[in-house]
């Protein structure tokens, strides 16, 4: 009989400065080696300056168009007050504000539900590369 | 004794172009077919040009209104390099982006646990008429 | 052997008004009074006019840059056609719809994986103190 099933794994990944890493072939990489046929992968960024987005995988002039939009909806030159580690400081906190900490994916025939369009990026909203550190959840039945 | 349940369904959703669509009857329904008492409701959209939020089901200017700011926080008259399908195409994307790809809802006592005011709408960014997919994924204890 | 577990709880948050309510301490209480090892949290807001954000828990002017910043970017002085409780009303609703009704935080070794400098906040949006209801939810492994 199926039984629920609960794989946790962390994810780090290498970001080169501000922009897009697509993660969607790691992630379901996870979800291959995992024996859940349905179920539910949750991927979770452990930090307030890095976040998560679903966006089209197929024409790189979106990701270019959707980091200069949100470069210019939230502006490096702005008073903030908190700046300790630079300019880039505070806009990355507000960038992820406005995007997620968590995306949620069902886990459909042992494979990621995405649509046929859909890639899921680490988007980093600092200057300079970061080490991040995600976890990955992924439950469900065999 | 009470066992975990999962239950996955695909839900097709065709939007009026721009605009919200309530789809919480629709996904109170498969809740209410299953036969899961406590648990979650994850609703999850297959596309990168709609949306969803959760937000007040009693006022419709309150839809009228969200879809104004919106309209305006993401401006179709900007030189968006990605315009392969028309001036809404990358406004939809940044649209996505702000909002949300999946929604987790509670399931209490068989219910969504919405409460009294909130109502699931699934946000359509483009502006011609869509077939949207969605997958509705439960899971939870009878 | 392990089984999935699934607890619910009903949060009750008293905000001061427009701003940050941490409630990292009180969501990991209950998932420390549980006896899932391996799993997820779900915390889900019952309101349109408040929302969750997961932000830096160090240094308080990040809170009050982020107040500052998203009261800039949905103004009160604006021409909301929905009004019905005061200039602060739609303005709360466009809050929430950018930031998130729902966060969902993996449970490692019987805590919330959050990241070292990240914790979780009830954004309350509306101008005046209000008493918001929340839904933790937890599953997993025990």
Redesign the interface.
Known sequence: M?R?H?V?ETLVVDTPGKGFTNISARVAAIVAASTIV???C?V?????SASL????NA?P??L???ER??SG??PEQ?A???D?EGPDD?PA??R???????????I?ARCL??????GLYLWEHRQRPHRR?L?V?L???T
Do not use: K, N
């Open positions: 199926s629920s609960w946790q349905t179920g539910q949750l979770f960024v452990r930090h307030t987005v679903i966006q089209e024409d002039a979106v270019r168009d959707l939009w949100l909806l939230v702005r903030w007050e908190h300790d505070m906190h507000a992820s504000a406005l995007t997620r900490t968590s995306e949620a994916i069902p459909s539900a995405l649509g046929t369009w859909q550190e976890i959840q439950s469900g039945i």
